[in-house]
């Protein structure tokens, strides 16, 4: 089992979803978080002042699937997420020990 993280642009979150979906993912966990990389935040102008904007709004996915998933998974967002702009974001990809689902107490795959 794998969990499949992505920081993604906020407007794409609909069709990254829609993308999930067409893949068989029916559980996603969206947070909506604020950083910079390569893009380095922007400046605006507000009243009259300029003031730099260093953290950047963000969407963050989490999904987690079973190993025969993860490559369609990853390329389904690839390609609903990719504007080929600077920020389009990054996908992280780690090992999960166990899955517990709380209602039934089951675990592994069958929780997910």
């Known amino acids: 089992m794998r969990l499949?993280?992505?920081i993604i642009k906020p407007f794409k979150l609909e069709d990254v979803r829609d993308a999930l979906a067409e893949v068989g993912i029916s559980g996603i966990t969206v947070t909506e978080v604020?950083?910079?990389g390569r893009q380095k935040g922007h400046t605006?102008?507000?009243r009259g002042a300029e003031y730099v904007v260093d953290f950047l709004p963000k969407i963050k996915l989490e999904t987690a699937v079973t190993e025969s998933l993860v490559e369609s998974v990853v390329e389904a967002i690839i390609r609903a997420a990719a504007t080929g702009k600077t920020g389009d974001g990054k996908i992280f990809v780690q090992k999960l020990d166990e899955?517990?689902?709380i209602?039934?107490?089951e675990t592994g795959a069958q929780a997910i």
């Open 103 to 105: 209602r039934t107490g």
């Open 4 to 6: 499949v993280t992505a």
């Open 34 to 36: 604020k950083g910079f």
């Open 44 to 46: 605006e102008l507000y």
């Open 99 to 101: 899955v517990v689902r």
